[in-house]
């Protein structure tokens, strides 16, 4: 196993005096108990400063595994893993897919691809697909109809997160190809579909930062990191929709973010992301690859 691809390029700003990492940290004991869980042990209320979701800001933000408030937050996550390799983010919260991934790409990002607690939940994915390609949930928020049948395009996403970190299942994988080409099925068909009713519409084509939702500029950026990806023409041509938005320079201008998010600096809405633009960068890194 391995990490992701390096970055081109890195961020001039050092993050240990960055004003956003300070507002992420003075956010830590919002939900009522440390580590931005709550004092029941959830460890996904509150998004997007979750413990989840605020590890994921974080790794945005380049603060290190090390610090002491990113380390008590991954562990306060791999303390819910179970030994089948499902995670669990609260006491009574149902271990659908989409939870153990979510939890799953955090950790992956901050290294712990090798991990036991990790690499068990890694193994649960990887043997937990649905038969159309990708990963179903069983709850459906929105009744039950032929578009709930298949996978879930947000919770595939999110698994392939954590996925693209495992260095044996990356490429020629059968499950994960076929998950990737699930994903790229449904550029196609843009409808909504899945038991959450995800869908490819205006709002998702529109640059969102960071990779918190099911959107154009997350969806290009995980894909990147699978060559049955990088090669097809429906991922081509989502990536010439991206590359669009960006300028002669190659900066991306976000243009939707979490409105929780609306006083932090480097998702500004309307203005050019450093962050933003080197996942671009990344993106492009990975297709030259």
């Known amino acids: 196993m391995s990490g992701s691809t390096p970055l081109p390029r890195p961020v001039r700003r050092p993050w240990h005096s960055d004003p956003d990492v300070r507002a992420v940290l003075g956010r830590r004991h919002d939900n009522g108990a440390d580590f931005w869980a709550s004092p029941e042990g959830k460890v996904y209320v509150g998004n997007p400063f979750s413990t989840v ?9 380049d603060v290190p595994a090390e610090h002491e408030a990113v380390a008590g937050a991954l562990d306060h996550i791999l303390a819910r893993a179970r030994d089948d390799g499902r995670i669990r983010l609260g006491p009574k919260t149902p271990m659908y897919p989409c939870y153990t991934a979510e939890a799953a790409r955090a950790l992956c990002r901050f290294g712990l691809v090798d ?14 697909t649905h038969g159309s390609g990708g990963w179903r949930c069983s709850f459906s928020r929105f009744g039950k109809g032929p578009e709930t049948e298949c996978a879930n395009p947000g919770a595939t996403l999110n698994a392939l997160d954590a996925i693209r970190f495992h260095e044996g299942l990356r490429e020629g994988d059968p499950e994960v190809d076929a998950a990737v080409d699930f ?11 899945g038991p ?24 290009i950026y ?15 041509e989502a990536l010439s929709v991206l590359e669009r938005k960006s300028d002669d320079d190659g900066a991306l201008v976000v243009e939707h973010r979490h409105r929780a998010l609306a006083g932090l600096d480097f998702c500004a809405r309307g203005a050019p992301s450093e962050h933003a633009s080197r996942r671009l960068a990344e993106i492009r890194f990975n297709v030259a690859a």
């Open 53 to 61: 979701g605020a590890l994921l800001i974080l790794h945005e933000l």
């Open 115 to 128: 991990h036991p607690s990790v690499v068990r939940t890694l193994e649960y994915l990887h043997g937990s």
């Open 183 to 193: 994903l790229l099925r449904h550029w196609e068909i843009r409808k909504r579909i």
């Open 196 to 219: 959450c009713h995800w869908g490819i519409g205006e709002r998702f084509l529109r640059v969102e930062y960071p990779f918190l939702r099911y959107n154009l500029f997350s969806w």
């Open 222 to 236: 995980v894909l990147s990191f699978f060559a049955a990806a990088r090669r097809d023409a429906r991922f081509l």
